[in-house]
């Protein structure tokens, strides 16, 4: 009887793992996705873990491994079975029953700006006596764009009348003779060639043409990435970023034109519309900074070359060295209205550049 007893029981086990083997993952569906396409610096979203067992053996336990860029930290309640070393690692203990569906949401801090694509999942099933174990790598098709986080609201806007100040210093407020704007009496500065001889005829004396004054204002951001230095001072170049994020939403919501380029980005041609600075936004995301970047007085040389009237530029950088003054110098010798804003540490950060027609902005960064 002890026998049959043993017999049986290896039986089952044996049984179990070969069911167990062929069947663990049919009808297994796995899906991860981040609940939002975007978020910015410092912003808390969510992960949306959804596990279904849609056949009719039980899970006794299902192990789910993810891996996300160290960036975006696992919080709260998702922190516990979390942890941190080149990537940010989480291990969940699934059991399912017969046609079941589990759905969990993991909280996590966006901690810098960038871009994270989640490709795939380590699925891991065990038999019934957790003795075998059952590999599975699920491929995923999920991303997140982490915006950079916009300034002070306070800081931008000293900036803002900083730019606003250059529009008014290039409109001369001369008569466009192509803007028609009405008829008035005439006055002994006005020129003789703006006389309605037609219009005094009708009347007892002399009316001339009144015009409108017409600017044609165009802006544009030149973004340095670029960190050359012995010491990397990534939190400067960072700043620069959100600097560029929040005067050109500043910007578009005066309806200027506006176009963003630099040496670590393609660029972006801005008009009226939500979309167009989104575009922007997931540019400004994708910049990587680990990679090498162009030096910014090439982009400055070949801007002098094309710079147009009524074009005002803003050049974010925080590098001072002689090449980039110069390239900045060439092109206010050329006409051209330029704001240099310059990040620097608050405490020890020195502005050097002192360059003649050229507007510089420190901008004290706290690191």
């Known amino acids: 009887m002890l026998f049959l007893l043993l017999a049986g029981c290896v039986l089952f086990y044996l049984l179990q793992h070969i069911i167990y083997r062929r069947y663990w993952n049919a009808g297994l569906d796995v899906a991860v996705d981040f609940e939002t396409r975007s978020a910015y610096e410092g912003d808390i979203s969510y992960l949306r873990e959804e596990i279904v067992n849609d056949k009719r053996l039980p899970l006794p336990a299902l192990e789910v491994n993810l891996a996300l860029n160290r960036a975006l930290r696992f919080e709260g309640e998702a922190k516990e079975n979390a942890n941190v070393t080149d990537q940010s690692y989480r291990r969940d203990i699934f059991s399912l029953f017969i046609r079941q569906k589990v759905i969990r949401r993991l909280s996590f801090v966006c901690e810098k700006r960038g871009f994270y694509e989640l490709t795939k999942v380590d699925v891991i099933g065990y038999d019934f006596f957790f003795r075998r174990s059952f590999h599975d790598d699920r491929r995923l098709k999920t991303a997140l764009y982490v915006y950079p986080k916009l300034v002070d609201t306070h800081r931008i806007t000293l900036l803002s009348r900083a730019v606003s100040g250059m529009i008014v210093t290039q409109n001369r407020l001369f008569p466009d003779p192509f803007c028609f704007s009405g008829i008035r ?121 094309k710079a147009g009237t009524g074009m005002i530029y803003v050049i974010i950088s925080a590098n001072q060295d002689i090449d980039t003054a110069k390239a900045v110098a060439a092109m206010a010798e050329g006409g051209a209205e330029i704001l240099w804003v310059v990040p620097v540490r608050a405490s020890d950060g020195i502005v050097t550049c002192n360059i003649r027609n050229v507007n510089v902005l420190k901008w004290e960064v706290q690191i």
């Not at 017409?214 to 340095?224: A, C, H, V």
């Not at 990435?225 to 050109?248: F, K, P, Y």
């Open 185 to 305: 009496d005439y006055q002994p500065a006005d020129p003789m060639h703006h006389i309605n001889w037609k219009a005094s005829a009708k009347g007892q004396g002399l009316l001339v043409n009144q015009f409108d004054s017409t600017t044609d204002i165009r802006m544009k951001i030149i973004l340095d990435t670029e960190d050359s230095r012995v010491i990397r001072q990534e939190e400067l170049t960072e700043e620069g970023i959100r600097i560029a994020a929040s005067l050109a939403s500043c910007i578009m919501r005066a309806k200027m034109e506006l176009t963003v380029t630099g040496n670590g980005m393609k660029p972006i041609h801005l008009k009226e519309g939500a979309g167009q600075i989104r575009a922007l936004y997931q540019e400004l995301a994708r910049i990587d900074t680990d990679k090498p970047a162009a030096r910014i007085c090439e982009n400055l040389r070949a801007e002098r070359e």
